[in-house]
């Protein structure tokens, strides 16, 4: 048989090169939702409940999939943002008000993702302000001098640092029995359980990632061409994202609470020196250390973009890395102002974890209203072909009430002991 019959037939050549063009802002995204804040909350959860929030985690990837795949019609369906479309249906001063929730999120995201990546530089002996200062001025550079496409690969070679997590997970040796039995003792009376269920929700879901990957689908120049590849993007993201956040909450009970829970966590160093008990001082911090940075430094990049979109559209310029600094100077001095206050206000010494489940419970309870204009968007501004059917819509309502009325509780009354 010739080489020349081995090879693809041209249709199947053109149909996997358009896939893999598409491929990119929902694996981000979802490498960004694994980050420092995810990475604290399951840690916490692990260590001081054992398995016991694990299936949680494992319900919120078909939420995690139907919300992000909701931003996808919206992007592509209108060519719009998410905060184009508020302003369109709502006016100027509910785009206002939704820009400052997103920022608000977006801050106490890049700050809880900057002391991550301190206290890793700690762990090797590196000052914070050291840390933070070099961080900043590579994050910016590489932003600078690229397309969204090379800022893109960028960070999915970052996010693959996070499977790290996964082989943690799997040297650590979980007892299946222990972890079977207690998937059915759900303490959902305690409020410290609810605290930490509320925050697994707020780390999963949050409005960065849905504005996020609206805005970066239209800057990637994707098409209704894009619609199937983009969900498969998100789908495969959305597993991968709960199944490394599942990693690390096994990791943690084994660690911390050798299976049973009952640990509670305060800083990187702690939750560094578990894992160095599982893997050895030298291989278990170093994959730690590995694993956290690259959802950090995904999380980074993402919230830094997703900022500068937000305020550049406040501005009236849809300024996007197609264009150069001095062509978009809104947009890069909106990025590198993010990164500076944010980078000052981390080396202010901010405690990490408590800055981290605080914004967790925050994005929560932000989390039905979040929820209930996305749904208001989808069946008001899509195209007839794009709008969820009659069923899928009653579907979504129901979920959506679930889960935002759970998260809303949760963080109430996690937050009122």
């Known amino acids: 048989m010739s080489g020349a019959d081995m090879s693809l037939p041209p249709s199947t050549l053109r149909r996997l090169r358009h896939l893999l063009a598409a491929l990119g802002p929902g694996l981000v995204v979802m490498l960004a939702d694994t980050e420092t804040g995810s990475v604290i909350a399951a840690a916490q959860s692990g260590a001081h409940w054992g398995y016991r929030m694990l299936p949680l985690l494992l319900l919120l990837i078909p939420l995690l999939y139907m919300v992000q795949e909701l931003t996808i019609r919206l992007a592509l369906g209108t060519g719009k943002s998410y905060g184009e479309l508020v302003r369109r249906r709502w006016g100027r001063r509910a785009e206002r008000a939704s820009a400052s929730v997103l920022l608000l999120s977006c801050l106490g995201a890049l700050a809880t993702q900057l002391s991550g990546l301190a206290g890793v530089g700690q762990l090797f002996g590196i000052p914070v302000w050291q840390t933070i200062s070099l961080l900043g001025a590579l994050i910016f550079l590489m932003v600078c001098t690229g397309s969204y496409r090379s800022v893109e690969r960028t960070a999915i070679a970052l996010g693959v640092f996070e499977l790290a997590f996964l ?47 609206q805005s970066a ?24 994202c709960q199944v490394i956040t599942a990693g690390i909450l096994i990791a943690a009970a084994v660690a911390f609470g050798h299976g049973g829970g009952g640990a509670s966590l305060d800083t990187i160093p702690q939750l560094a020196g578990g894992f160095t008990r599982l893997l050895g001082p030298a291989g278990g911090r170093l994959l730690f250390a590995l694993a956290l940075s690259g959802g950090a430094l995904v999380a980074t990049i993402v919230v830094c973009l997703t900022s500068a979109w937000a305020l550049g559209e406040l501005a009236g310029k849809r300024e996007s890395l197609a264009r150069r600094p001095l062509e978009a100077p809104w947009f890069y001095g909106s990025f590198a102002l993010m990164l500076i206050g944010t980078g000052a206000l981390v080396s202010s010494g901010v405690n990490l974890v408590k800055l981290s489940i605080a914004t967790s419970v925050a994005n929560a309870l932000l989390l039905p209203a979040m929820l209930a204009g996305l749904y208001w968007l989808a069946s008001r501004e899509l195209p007839p072909a794009l709008k969820p059917g009659r069923g899928y819509r009653l579907l979504l309502a129901l979920l959506f009430l679930l889960i935002g009325g759970f998260s809303l509780y949760s963080g109430i009354a996690g937050s009122l002991d």
């Open 167 to 213: 082989a943690e997970a799997w040297l650590a040796k979980p007892d299946p029995a222990q972890m079977l039995a207690q998937l059915t003792q759900l303490p959902l009376g305690n409020h410290d359980f609810l605290l930490l269920a509320a925050a697994n929700i707020g780390t999963c879901i949050m409005p960065w990632t849905i504005c996020y990957q």
């Open 217 to 240: 689908l239209l800057d990637k120049g994707l098409t209704l061409a894009d619609l199937r590849p983009a969900r498969l993007d998100t789908l495969l993201g959305a597993i991968l």
